[in-house]
C-alpha cells in the first residue's frame, strides 16, 4: 500500500506520499534550525511530525471520510521511545505541537489537551506502517544540539 499525507483536488497534480513529505518536511527544518546550531534537531523533529499519517484511518481521511485522526501525537510518541524522556520530549512538544502549538506537559493524571495525555493516549491509531519504509532506530543519530547534555540518556543539559 502506498500512503500519502496530502491528497489533491487538481487532478494533474499528483499525491505527496508521507516519505516524500517528511523528508523535505526534515530537510526545511533543518535549514531552519541551523541558523541557532540544532540542524540535527529539526531535521529529527521533521521526520516524525507525521507519522501518525501512516494510520488506515488517516489514509480514509485523505479519501474523503470525515473522520478525527490525531495524526501528530505519534511521532511525539516514537520519539520519545527513541531519544528518551528528556530530549525526547523536548522534540515531542515541537511534534504534537506542530498544528496546535505548544502544550502544558501535564501529569500521569491528564485527560486531555496536554502532552502527556497525548503520548499516552490509546485513541492513536496503529501507525506502525511506517516501519515498512524507516528505520529509526538503526538510523538514530547523536543529535548536535547548541547545548551540551550531561550524559548519553540526554538527563539534563548543561
Known amino acids: 500500500m502506498r500512503y500519502f499525507a496530502h491528497s489533491s483536488e487538481n487532478k494533474e497534480k499528483p499525491w505527496q506520499t508521507i516519505n516524500e513529505h517528511l523528508s523535505k518536511t526534515a530537510q526545511i527544518s533543518s535549514n531552519y534550525a541551523k541558523k541557532f546550531n540544532a540542524g540535527d534537531f529539526g531535521y529529527t523533529c521533521g521526520m516524525f511530525h507525521d507519522l501518525g499519517k501512516y494510520s488506515y484511518e488517516f489514509q480514509r481521511k485523505l479519501q474523503g471520510e470525515v473522520i478525527n485522526v490525531d495524526h501528530s501525537a505519534a511521532g511525539a510518541r516514537e520519539v520519545v521511545k527513541l531519544y528518551g524522556e528528556t530530549l525526547g520530549k523536548l522534540m515531542a512538544y515541537a511534534i504534537a505541537g506542530h498544528h496546535s502549538g505548544l502544550t502544558n506537559h501535564g501529569t500521569d493524571a491528564s485527560t486531555e489537551g496536554t502532552l502527556t495525555s497525548r503520548l499516552y493516549s490509546s485513541v492513536i491509531k496503529d501507525y ?19 547545548v551540551k547534555a550531561v550524559d548519553k540518556d540526554y538527563i539534563g543539559f548543561t
Open 128 to 146: 506502525s506502517a511506517y516501519k515498512n519504509e524507516f528505520d529509526f532506530e538503526s538510523n538514530k543519530t547523536i543529535l548536535n544540539l547548541p
